[in-house]
């Protein structure tokens, strides 16, 4: 929901980072592996007791994250670079939970599991819509440049971001949080699919 927000207030300044990479012929894939590892880097200091030097690990992953696409827009955008952006971003928000079940099972493993169910629910069914999106040839409007059809809902990246701040914030609130959260992912899951009902209608 405030993906396309974000994306118009950090580009001017990630279109001015990425023109460095260039000029240093650093590639937008290189970029998605580094954002990734940082990532994990992130998750794995969550599971060790260390949520705030993982917050600051995450936030630096999904600057990563924003400065591949552009990159790439520089350079020429492949299929693989789509294909590794979108599979490790999957792997990187599953991380999250993960760790902070790992860093407390006897709190955080259930609530950490229903939020995994509903990332599993609108990872799906977004990747579902842009498989069939993709063979009727259809264009996302409000996201011309994604390298797949790109449905957005109600916990887009941006949401999904903010979640996992607070919980590196207040972790003793994580399970709280967790369970909000997959409630709303339930509503992207649920739009997602009305979506799909009329987009496929035969």
């Given amino acids: 929901m405030l993906d396309r927000a974000a994306i118009a207030l950090l580009r001017p300044a990630l279109d001015r980072a990425a023109g460095g990479l260039v000029r240093w012929g650093i590639g937008a894939d290189a970029v998605t592996l580094a954002g990734f590892a940082i990532g994990l880097g992130g998750a794995l200091a969550i599971a060790l007791g260390a949520p705030l030097a993982g917050l600051a690990l995450i936030l630096l992953s999904r600057l990563a994250d924003g ?5 790439a827009r520089r350079t020429r955008p492949t299929d693989r670079g789509a294909f590794l ?6 792997v990187f928000y599953a991380s999250i939970p993960l760790a902070f ?3 407390d099972p006897a709190a955080n493993a259930l609530a950490a599991a ?3 169910a509903a990332f599993v629910g609108t990872g799906s069914s977004f990747l579902a ?5 993709e063979r009727r040839g259809l264009k996302s409007e409000a996201y011309p440049k994604k390298g797949i059809y790109y449905l957005g809902g109600l916990t887009e990246a941006t949401e999904t971001l903010i979640c996992f701040a607070a919980m590196c914030l207040w972790p003793g ?4 949080l967790a369970y909000g959260f997959a409630a709303l992912c339930g509503v992207t899951l649920a739009t997602r699919i009305a979506a799909g009902w009329r987009a496929f209608p035969v």
């Fill in 67 to 71: 400065l591949d696409g552009a990159v």
């Fill in 173 to 176: 609130a994580f399970a709280l």
């Fill in 114 to 116: 229903v939020l995994l």
């Fill in 129 to 133: 819509f842009a498989v069939l999106a």
């Fill in 85 to 90: 952006d979108i599979a490790l971003d999957f």
């Fill in 101 to 103: 079940a790992v860093a």
